[in-house]
């Protein structure tokens, strides 16, 4: 089980932090990514971490400004935002994947939180 947390209202400009919390003894194997939804559109990578945090991937439209970690001893995942802009407004999803690389296609990832709202305001 994967659930999201920290989403908001924030003004363009400002810093958000997303937790991903998840659930059972093998958290540590799974690959962690974090995708988002804004209304009319599809789906999107936005950041993943390999087992140990120790390797990442980012969509260009965050480079530089999100930065994706992990803690395995809490089983918890994160997503800090900064510089956030207006078209950073989407559901944003915490999804686990067994593998060693964290896929950029949500269909390779066998489990997904409900999603937190990250509203920013221009």
């Known amino acids: 089980q994967v659930v999201e947390s920290g989403g908001g209202l924030v003004q363009a400009g400002g810093s958000l932090r997303l937790s991903c919390a998840a659930s059972?003894?093998?958290?540590?194997?799974?690959?962690m990514g974090w995708f988002r939804q804004a209304p009319g559109k599809e789906r999107e990578f936005v950041a993943g971490t390999t087992w140990n945090g120790g390797s990442t991937r980012y969509a260009d439209f965050v480079k530089g400004r999100f930065t994706i970690s992990r803690d395995n001893a809490k089983n918890m995942a994160s997503l800090q935002m900064n510089s956030l802009k207006s078209e950073d407004t989407a559901v944003y999803y915490c999804?686990?994947?067994?593998?060693?690389?964290?896929?950029?296609?949500?269909?390779?990832?066998?489990?997904w939180g409900r999603g937190t709202q990250v509203t920013v305001s221009s």
């Open positions: 999804a686990a994947a067994f593998g060693l690389v964290p896929p950029t296609d949500g269909n390779d990832y066998g489990y």
């Open positions: 059972g003894r093998t958290y540590s194997r799974y690959v």
